[in-house]
């Protein structure tokens, strides 16, 4: 079976630019996480879904982050204007239901000159 | 206050040592619990679910307290294969890993 799948693997964009993370997840799966990864702050959780509908979009760092979920099988994460310290590694995960251990993709490396 | 505190160590133990890993959370009202291992440039894979009951895989023990917010890990006759980041989660928030070099 499928796991959760993440494009681009690796991105390296100018700052200023506008970046999208995509995430398929595991088909059936009614949770969706998106996560980023740096050596200072470990595994922030930005946001996460249920059934498609954000639910805590707490950890979003600022307005120049937002993310959707338009069906059950994809989700984006945008960043615009991108900034330096936006580098990091960005995972998406899933889990079949709130609860269940999360399955995650092999995340997309990020940097912004 | 962070949701999950998770010493991050390093940890540098030999072939064969037991070491045992511990984590806090804030939010009495947490209901899942697991650790995750990580592998250095990879993503984040379930080791095991944490239950109150205490639950055992192998050489891995995992153990929750619920009155004092805490889980722990412990690995017994530790192997290279070992050497990882250990991450506890207390559904959805991740401590800040653990790492753990296990040397010949």
């Known amino acids: 079976d499928a796991g959760v799948i993440q494009s681009p693997r690796h991105e390296v964009t100018e700052m200023g630019q506008e970046v999208t993370l995509r995430c398929k997840p595991i088909s059936g799966h009614n949770s969706l996480f998106w996560y980023r990864q740096t050596m200072m702050r470990g595994l922030e959780l930005l946001i996460y879904?249920?059934?498609?509908?954000?639910?805590?979009d707490s950890g979003m760092p600022e307005d120049r982050f937002s993310a959707k979920m338009p069906n059950a099988s994809f989700s984006t994460l945008k960043i615009q204007p991108s900034e330096p310290r936006d580098s990091a590694v960005y995972f998406c995960?899933?889990?079949?239901?709130?609860?269940?251990?999360?399955?995650f993709g092999d995340g997309t490396r990020l940097s912004i000159l | 206050r962070k949701e999950v505190e998770q010493d991050p160590g390093p940890f540098n133990v030999p072939e064969g040592a037991t070491v045992a890993f511990n984590c806090t959370y804030s939010n009495s009202a947490s209901q899942s619990f697991f650790w995750y291992r990580q592998d250095c440039r990879k993503e984040p894979k379930l080791l095991m679910s944490?239950?109150?009951s205490g639950n055992e895989d192998g050489r891995f023990t995992a153990q929750l307290n619920r009155a004092s917010q805490y889980i722990s890990l412990l690995i017994r006759d530790s192997k290279l294969s070992d050497s990882a980041t250990y991450l506890c989660v207390v559904n959805p928030y991740f401590g800040a890993g653990t790492r753990l070099t296990v040397k010949p």
């Open positions: 879904f249920n059934n498609n509908v954000p639910i805590d």
């Open positions: 995960a899933s889990t079949g239901h709130y609860g269940q251990p999360q399955h």
């Open positions: 944490v239950y109150s």
